[in-house]
């Protein structure tokens, strides 16, 4: 989701007109920003992350989005689009403080699931996102897309919910043993 200031006072989802606090968005990315420069999280969890905070994310708009109707007031929407990868990461100075800003095919494939997904609040990932985060999520498959500045067609999923597996483990049991890990056991035995 993009945010860009409008006022002091507010903030607008990409042109959709309806508007949030400033203040709420400030504080939840100080959050999550603060949180990410702490401690490193896990690589393997960082798409899982990034699905369930878009789930969560849209679920609160959408509450938000009933109250404005219920107030008569133009209701909000919002867009995600997760793509899975390694970034390169540009720094950029300004007023005495390091803003750090992701450039780079896979932010650009990323931008482009976030275009892909319909009005409304549904979210799209990519057949890397969705490799990595199967089983922990339920993806319908959209087919191939076309997709600006890419020369081929790109798998789109759309994410539908948060799916039965939370752990790591519960997915290695689910996939059953590696068909490798028998040769390598029965010599440990020996």
Same mark, same amino acid.
């Given at each position: 989701?993009?945010?860009?200031?409008?006022?002091?006072?507010?903030?607008?989802?990409?042109?959709?007109?309806?508007?949030?606090?400033?203040?709420? /968005?400030? !504080?939840?990315?100080?959050?999550?920003?603060?949180?990410?420069?702490?401690? %490193?999280w896990p690589t393997?969890?960082? %798409?899982?992350?990034? /699905?369930?905070?878009? /789930? @969560?994310?849209?679920?609160? /708009?959408? &509450?938000?989005?009933?109250?404005?109707?219920?107030?008569?007031?133009?209701?909000?929407?919002?867009?995600?689009? $997760?793509?899975?990868?390694? $970034?390169? $990461?540009?720094?950029?100075?300004?007023?005495?403080?390091?803003?750090?800003?992701?450039?780079?095919?896979?932010?650009?494939?990323?931008?482009?699931?976030?275009?892909?997904?319909?009005?409304?609040?549904?979210?799209?990932? !990519?057949?890397?996102?969705?490799?990595l985060c199967e089983?922990?999520?339920?993806?319908?498959?959209?087919? %191939?897309?076309?997709?600006?500045?890419?020369?081929?067609? @790109?798998?789109?999923?759309? @994410?539908?919910?948060?799916?039965?597996?939370?752990?790591?483990?519960?997915? !290695?049991?689910? &996939?059953?043993?590696?068909?490798?890990?028998?040769?390598?056991?029965?010599?440990?035995?020996?």
């Amino acid at each position: 989701m993009r945010a860009r200031i409008v006022d002091p006072g507010t903030a607008a989802y990409d042109g959709g007109g309806a508007s949030l606090p400033a203040a709420t /968005l400030r !504080s939840r990315w100080a959050t999550a920003s603060s949180r990410c420069s702490a401690r %490193p999280w896990p690589t393997r969890t960082i %798409p899982q992350r990034a /699905l369930h905070a878009a /789930l @969560v994310m849209q679920e609160e /708009l959408r &509450r938000y989005a009933e109250r404005l109707r219920a107030e008569g007031k133009i209701p909000v929407e919002a867009r995600v689009g $997760v793509n899975t990868g390694e $970034v390169v $990461v540009r720094t950029i100075e300004t007023g005495g403080h390091t803003e750090y800003t992701p450039v780079g095919h896979v932010t650009n494939l990323a931008a482009r699931m976030q275009t892909a997904a319909p009005g409304g609040f549904e979210s799209r990932a !990519s057949e890397a996102t969705q490799r990595l985060c199967e089983g922990y999520f339920e993806f319908r498959a959209l087919g %191939p897309t076309a997709v600006k500045g890419l020369n081929a067609p @790109v798998e789109v999923y759309e @994410v539908v919910r948060a799916g039965p597996l939370r752990t790591h483990f519960q997915l !290695s049991a689910r &996939r059953g043993p590696d068909p490798g890990s028998s040769g390598a056991m029965a010599s440990c035995s020996r």
